[in-house]
Structure formats: structure tokens, C-alpha cells
Nanobody
């Protein structure tokens, strides 16, 4: 059974840090593109990070560039999202997703992740001011 399980969410003050984890089972993440997305009430889901499977490139939108970092551990079959200097506007449910096959993460891909194959259940991140 293919499964993605996020953890590491919580409440933090503005300027703080959190590291989200995404444990994969039923497939190996090293041959999948990994994306992190977030959604807050009344807003469309948006991508905040992506790690390509075709090469080692990554993508971040301007809203998180320089503050968020995506990584993956092949040994643990787990992806991570390190979030630093958090802001109240980062408050959302965060989801990880995986896409099979060769894929380049770019600014021109779907912002909502419609092409991704597998999704986790999400983890809440709340940043207080």
C-alpha cells in the first residue's frame, strides 16, 4: 500500500522554525519528485517546495524562498521541509506529495499539484504573531 505520513507540525511564534517530515511507504522516494503544498481556509492549495526526480534541482516560490528548504533521506525513505523565520501568513495545513517518473520542478508547473500521484493527510502549522 502506498502511503505518505506527515509529522512535525505545531504552533510556533513568528521567527521560529519547524521541520516537517514525510515518511513514505509502498514506494521509494528516490525515483519520485517530492512536493510540499499548503492550504489555509478559503485559499487555494499552493506549492511551497518541490524536489525534482529528473535531476537534483529544487523549486521554491518567492513567498518562501530563502526560508524553506526541502530535503530527502533515501535511507529513511523520508522527505523533509525545514521552515525557518516563519511568519503568521505561513499558517496552513501542509501536505507532502509524490509524483512517479522523470519530472522537473519549475515555476511553470501546476501550483496546486494536480499532477502529483500520492498525497499525505496533512499536518497543521500555526504561526502566532
Amino acid at each position: 500500500e502506498v502511503k505518505l505520513v506527515e509529522s512535525g507540525g505545531g504552533m510556533v511564534e513568528a521567527g521560529g522554525s519547524l521541520r516537517l517530515s514525510c515518511a513514505a511507504s509502498g514506494f521509494t522516494i528516490d525515483d519520485h519528485a517530492i512536493g510540499w503544498f499548503r492550504q489555509s481556509p478559503g485559499k487555494e492549495r499552493e506549492q511551497v517546495s518541490c524536489a525534482s526526480s529528473a535531476d537534483s534541482s529544487t523549486y521554491y516560490p518567492d513567498s518562501v524562498k530563502g526560508r524553506f528548504t526541502i530535503a530527502r533521506s533515501i535511507a529513511k525513505n523520508t522527505a523533509y521541509l525545514q521552515m525557518d523565520n516563519l511568519r503568521p501568513e505561513d499558517t496552513a495545513v501542509y501536505y507532502c506529495a509524490a509524483l512517479s517518473g522523470s519530472y522537473y520542478c519549475t515555476a511553470y508547473a501546476s501550483k496546486t499539484g494536480d499532477e502529483f500521484d500520492y498525497w499525505g493527510q496533512g499536518t497543521q502549522v500555526t504561526v502566532s504573531s
